[in-house]
């Protein structure tokens, strides 16, 4: 599913993530700063790696919990690849967790509008990005803020049972 909500349906989630994390129960948040860094997309995929440890999506029991935590890091990955090509990079991303939806985050500049290319051709190279985060995602979705420059792009995942 995709959609250009500003916010998945029955979030109570404000427009700015708390900066939380670790604590056990509720909602956990990390954010991670891509002012000056280089090699974003490295960068990011560790920075979710390790809130997925302090988390305990890692290490994983079960083959379908390690395909969970390699579906988070897919959409990082993909997420802040598309700010890096389409919107001249990313400036922030967040993560969040409670026991039922991963939620990640990409903040940038830029104005373009994501979505998936269609029609979807599975041999072109490239083009790719969007199509795998609507297809591992329950939901996605872009935030704009009237009078600010930029989007955010959010996504959201199922946590293994």
């Known amino acids: 599913m995709s959609t250009t909500r500003p916010d998945s349906p029955g979030s109570s989630e404000s427009s700015e993530p708390s900066e939380r994390g670790g604590a056990s129960g509720g909602r956990q948040t990390r954010n991670l700063?891509?002012?000056g860094a280089s090699g974003v997309v490295p960068l990011a995929r560790d920075f979710a790696r390790q809130a997925l440890y302090a988390w305990g999506w890692l290490p994983a029991a079960t083959a379908d919990r390690r395909a969970a935590a390699e579906d988070v890091l897919l959409v990082v990955s993909e997420l802040v690849t598309n700010a890096c090509l389409h919107a001249e990079g990313p400036d922030?991303?967040?993560i969040s967790c409670d026991n039922k939806v991963i939620r990640v985050e990409v903040s940038d500049r830029g104005t373009g509008q994501p979505a998936p290319r269609t029609p979807h051709r599975a041999g072109r190279p490239g083009g790719h990005g969007m199509f795998i985060v609507q297809r591992l995602c329950l939901d996605w979705g872009v935030v704009r803020i009237p009078g600010v420059a930029g989007k955010r792009v959010w996504a959201e995942l199922?946590?293994?049972a």
């Open 158 to 160: 199922g946590a293994p």
């Open 33 to 35: 700063s891509f002012e």
């Open 92 to 94: 922030e991303m967040w």
